[in-house]
Every structure is written in C-alpha cells, then in structure tokens.
C-alpha cells in the first residue's frame, strides 16, 4: 500500500512537472525563453517546446505578425517654408526576437519609437520638397511616393540595427494644411486649373477656326461648281428654247404672233391691274373687234 502511494506521487509530481515545463510556441509567434530575467533561448519555429519549471525560467511570447498602425498628427515644414500635417501609417513585423526584447520587449513601446522614428524622417525629408511636389494637379510632378520611400529606407534601417523590427512599409495617410496656408493652396490649385482650362479652350477655338475655314473653302468650291453647272444647263436650255421659238415662227408665224401676245396679255393683265395703252398700239389690235380677220389662204 505504502509502495504504491509513492510510485502513485511520482507519477503525478512529473505529470507535473512536465505540465509547468512543456509550452507551445504557435504558428505567428516567436518567444524568448529567460531564467531569473535573462535571456537563455529563442524560440522562431512552431511546435512543442520545453524550460525549467516557472520559477526558473518565463517564456515571454512575441507577435510575430505585421501590424500596421497609424501615427499621431504631426506639423513638419516643408523647404519652401510652408507648414504640413502629417499622419502616417507604419507596417511593421519582429525580425529579431531576442534583440526585441532586449531593447523595447513591449509592442506599446515599440510603436511609439517607431511612430518618432518615421516622423522624425519625414521631417528631414519634407524639408528637401516644395507643397508643388507634395499637392499638384499635374500627377508626374508629384513626389509623393519617392518621399515615402525615402522615409521607409532610412528608418527601416536604423529600426533594424536598434530594435530587431523590420518597416514593411510606410506612408502618407492624410496630409492637410493649418488654416493659415489653406487659402492660399486653394487659390493656387484654382489659378492653375484655370490656366488648364483656358489652354485647353484656346485648343478648341484653334481647331473650331480650322474646321470652319476648311468648311467655308468647300461650301464656296460646291457652290461655285453647281452654279458653273447651272449655268452650262440654263444655255442648254435657252438654246432649246430659242429653236423651239423659231420652228414655232416658221411653221406658222401669224399663230405664234397671237400666242406670244396672248401669253404677254396674261403675264400683263392680272387682277386688280390697270393698263392704258393707244388704239393703234400692236397690243391692243386682238381688242380691237372693228379689225377684220386676217383672209384665209
């Protein structure tokens, strides 16, 4: 009985044991294994894993993930002495997890270094740039994104060396003026859009002169060859008129004398009209009742 009392508290005091001494390090995690608060091993692969009891040695987890975060607004001046509010995001993950935790061991602590750091180089950077390359209506003048990707060099190299973080990435999240330099901005985008816009009716009036000029020479070449052709076909048809005339008066001239005076009686004598002529006027011979009519032959 009192043997198997002890094998009995053996086996629980290892069950024990190893329950405080096996841990598991999770895909996305890295840990730092410390006895009495130094480092003695760095854990950077998933799996089962153990350290002396809980007393001895602490195993301190770390994010292994990126994490992205943004930074506090921040007024920087620019080179040509214009003020700017920045806020940028940062992307971030932990390369180095024994340097990590030696130098910051806390997430908190490193986004506010990291947070200082990319403000700090954009500052720097800002100050080599006019607001033209930061804000334009002419996208290849602004430099927004070579800004970005000086800032992310510079700091991810002084993030790397201090601290064990990798910057996966930076940039400009929102960019605005204080109230003083708003105005002014705003006033320069119109006069440049302005610019933009005149340029670009000057190009439509060009265009609608060289439309219309080229118009004009085809309406005159059109209308001067219908009237060419107008006037070759008016001949053709006086022509044929002048020989209908005359082997009309040829075969019977005393008829086509009354048709023609008959014809010029209704062109003359509409409604309303009044003509006075002389008795003996040719006009008024078929008037004339006391006239004989012409013997027959």
Known sequence: MKKTFWVIFVIAAAGAALRVSLFTVPAGETAVVTQFGKPVATITTPGLNWKLPGFIQRVNRINARTEVFNSNPIQLLLGDKNPIIVTAYIGWRVA????????????ETARQKLADMVVSAFGSVLADYEIDSIINVDAH?????????????????????????????????????????????????????????????????????????????????????????????????????????????????????????????????????????????????????????????
């Not at 109230?179 to 002014?184: L, P």
């Not at 001067?224 to 048809?237: D, L, R, T, V």
């Open 96 to 107: 180095d997890p024994l340097l990590f935790y030696q130098s910051l061991m806390m997430p």
């Open 141 to 297: 003048l602004v430099k927004l994104s070579q800004i970005e990707q000086i800032v992310q060099d510079h700091a991810a190299a002084q993030a790397r060396d201090k601290y064990g973080i990798d910057i996966v990435c930076v940039g400009v999240r929102r960019l605005c003026y204080p109230d003083i330099v708003a105005e002014a901005v705003y006033n320069r985008m119109r006069a440049e859009r302005e610019k933009e816009a005149k340029k670009y009716r000057a190009e439509g009036t060009e265009e609608a002169a060289k439309i219309e000029a080229a118009t004009d020479k085809e309406v005159s070449q059109l209308m001067a060859q219908a009237y060419k052709e107008s006037e070759i076909i008016k001949g053709h048809g006086d022509q044929e008129a002048s020989r209908i005339y005359a082997e009309a008066y040829a075969s019977d001239p005393a008829f086509f004398d009354f048709l023609r005076t008959t014809d010029m009686y209704r062109q003359s004598l509409k409604q309303g009209t009044t003509l006075i002529m002389s008795t003996d006027s040719q006009l008024f011979r078929y008037f004339d009742s006391s006239q004989s009519a012409e013997p027959e032959n």
